[in-house]
Each structure stands twice: as structure tokens, then as C-alpha cells.
């Protein structure tokens, strides 16, 4: 495995363990609608969260949460729609975005809630 996959891999390990310190009950990882992908789906507070989870070594270009553009948010909100059809869920839902950034063996997590609203058209 590449080495950014395996930084990527243990990013999202690290951000389902914050996210649980945290009080989240993790439902699904890693969900795939066709070539799309949801990293984290969690419930908190009667809420459906839909987490995406961008990893770094350094910040030398950019802060790892920059990397989430509209092209991203379409195609995490088109899955997200995907898995709330699928699943039969009527909760409202909340968009997050977990930026790591590996310092050594530690993580620096940035949790932003509610980064991003669906865009009205997403077909």
C-alpha cells in the first residue's frame, strides 16, 4: 500500500476514535455509492452526520479541510442522499469535515461542523 493511502487509512481510524471520545455512535465507514464514497456516517444528537475526513503529514501547501471543493461536496451530498434513501432515514443531517494533520505519532484534529450545506441542485 502506498504510503498516503496508509496516512489516509490511519487518519480515518484516528477520526472515528475522536468522534467517539466525543459522544458519536458510528454507523458505517468507508460507504460506497458507486465510485463515491462517504468516509464517516455517525448519529449525534438526533442528527445524521455525514463526516469527511481529509488527512495530511504537513501543511506545507494547504490546510487538509481545503482539499473538500464543490466538485467534493456534490459528490459527498449525492451518496449522502444515496444512504438516507437506502437506509429510510428522517433525521436532519449535518456535514463535518475532520482535518488531520499526522505531527510525528500524534494527530492535530480539526473538527468543523457543519462545513457545508447540500447545494440545491445536486443532479
Sequence with gaps: MAG????????????????????????????????KELDIIALFENMLIVAEVKTRSGSEYEEPWQAVDRKKIRRIVQAAHHYIKLHRIDLPVRFDILSLLRQGEQWEIEHIEDAFRAPMQIY
Excluded at 10 to 29: H, N, W
Design 4 to 35: 498516503h493511502n496508509e496516512l489516509g487509512k490511519s487518519g480515518e481510524v484516528a477520526a472515528q476514535y475522536f468522534l467517539r471520545q466525543k459522544g458519536y455512535r458510528i454507523l458505517d465507514c468507508n460507504w460506497r455509492s458507486g465510485h
